[in-house]
């Protein structure tokens, strides 16, 4: 959406890092220790050769449902704090030229008030701080509905405390 509809950027590259090296690896490796399920033995073992680890089914509940959820709050919480600072949806369209701009001091929002380039950056470091806020919240809420495939997680329980901070 950033370069494509021209708007202020929603993610900053080190919010990015610390998703990727921080937020998505330690609950990896915590589900490494999570035990098994109970009823794992009573399922029938799969099929090497058809039944593969990685599958169409896989990848589009990974990127196309639970990435495009992660997007889609990040994104709500990026316009809600820019509106409530006075920059609308429809007004950031086409804006991320002059935002970017460090010699502009006197960008006007919805509301008519002028923004410094200092303002400005403070406004989308703090809409960096609410995406990558949004994004762990829907991680550990991803984290308990992915332990079990099967099994409530009342009958599994919350017995792993690897990697808990």
Known sequence: FFIVI???QA?????ILCIDLGTDM??????????AESDLMKRKPR?????????????????GQIGMIQAASGF??????MAENGFWPNYLVGIRERWEAR?????????????????????EYTCHTAYFVSIVIVQWADLLICKTR??????QGMRNHQMTF
């Open 6 to 8: 021209n708007i202020p």
């Open 26 to 35: 330690v609950p990896a490796i915590s589900l490494a220790y999570e035990q």
């Open 11 to 15: 993610l900053g590259t080190i919010t």
């Open 103 to 123: 010699a502009l001091n006197d960008l006007e929002d919805s509301y008519g008030q002028e923004w410094t380039y200092v303002q400005r950056r403070r406004l």
């Open 76 to 81: 709500f919480v990026f316009i809600v704090i």
């Open 150 to 155: 099967k099994l409530s997680i009342y009958h």
């Open 47 to 63: 099929n090497p050769f058809t039944d593969k680890l990685v599958n169409e089914r896989l990848i589009s509940f990974a990127y």
